[in-house]
């Protein structure tokens, strides 16, 4: 139970430094983090619908299919961890003014938290939805690799993101994507158990 409390309040943290990282320093560049946040960017764009709610959209229709491939409880985590993602994004949008100094800073520092937000997440059981629910389905019934159909996956949307909005954000967004991925990768190998002793010695 103890464990189970601990995991769900880790999982809310790495959801909420997720959303912080889209809220702050993506989304107002209309910088996709990958497919679901470009599908948000464009239901924001062609819409008006706030980046939250169409991030919530986005990702929910895609967890309808991980109920059947996944089972309910890597499901449930996720669904729960992009729900406090979206929330988050609507809260930070409304209510937090952050100014933006280059666009290549907010770049750098949005690949770094949203890396660490992603590696928490999926160290401790669930995912940050988006495609890497379609595409673990399709690697898994047509026998491809997984990280290539998620990046053509990707890929798609980027490009349709960029054509509709800017060009450049396809090459922001694949950026993007290759920098969290080494955050995300140093955070899943990350001893969690240690820092936790350490801290237990100044508790």
Same mark, same amino acid.
């Given at each position: 139970?103890?464990? !189970?409390?601990?995991?769900?309040?880790?999982?809310?943290?790495?959801?909420? *430094?997720?959303?912080?990282?889209?809220?702050?320093?993506?989304?107002?560049?209309?910088?996709?983090?990958?497919?679901?946040?470009?599908?948000?960017?464009?239901?924001?764009?062609?819409?008006?619908?706030?980046?939250?709610?169409?991030?919530?959209?986005?990702?929910?229709?895609?967890?309808?299919?991980?109920?059947?491939?996944?089972?309910?409880?890597?499901?449930?985590?996720?669904?729960?961890?992009?729900?406090?993602?979206?929330?988050?994004?609507?809260?930070? !949008?409304?209510?937090?003014?952050?100014?933006?100094?280059?666009?290549?800073?907010?770049?750098?520092?949005?690949?770094?938290?949203?890396?660490?937000?992603?590696?928490?997440?999926?160290?401790?059981?669930?995912?940050?939805?988006?495609?890497?629910?379609?595409?673990?389905? *399709?690697?898994?019934?047509?026998?491809?690799?997984?990280?290539?159909?998620?990046?053509?996956?990707?890929?798609?949307?980027?490009?349709?993101?960029?054509?509709?909005?800017?060009?450049? *954000?396809?090459?922001?967004?694949?950026?993007?994507?290759?920098?969290?991925?080494?955050?995300?990768?140093?955070?899943?190998?990350?001893?969690?158990?240690?820092?936790?002793?350490?801290?237990?010695?100044?508790?």
């Amino acid at each position: 139970m103890r464990q !189970e409390l601990l995991n769900g309040g880790l999982l809310t943290i790495g959801a909420m *430094i997720q959303g912080v990282s889209m809220a702050l320093f993506l989304f107002p560049h209309g910088i996709p983090s990958g497919g679901a946040a470009g599908v948000a960017i464009l239901l924001n764009h062609w819409f008006r619908m706030p980046h939250g709610a169409a991030l919530w959209l986005a990702n929910f229709a895609l967890l309808t299919l991980a109920l059947y491939s996944f089972g309910y409880r890597w499901t449930l985590r996720t669904m729960y961890s992009v729900t406090v993602t979206s929330y988050t994004v609507h809260v930070f !949008e409304l209510y937090v003014y952050l100014p933006h100094v280059h666009l290549f800073f907010d770049l750098i520092c949005g690949g770094l938290v949203f890396g660490i937000g992603v590696g928490i997440l999926i160290r401790f059981g669930a995912s940050s939805g988006g495609m890497v629910i379609p595409s673990l389905i *399709i690697a898994t019934r047509m026998r491809y690799p997984p990280g290539k159909v998620m990046f053509w996956l990707n890929m798609t949307i980027f490009i349709v993101a960029s054509t509709v909005i800017d060009w450049k *954000i396809a090459f922001y967004a694949i950026f993007c994507q290759w920098f969290s991925t080494q955050i995300i990768d140093a955070v899943y190998k990350f001893n969690f158990r240690r820092l936790f002793n350490l801290l237990r010695l100044f508790v």
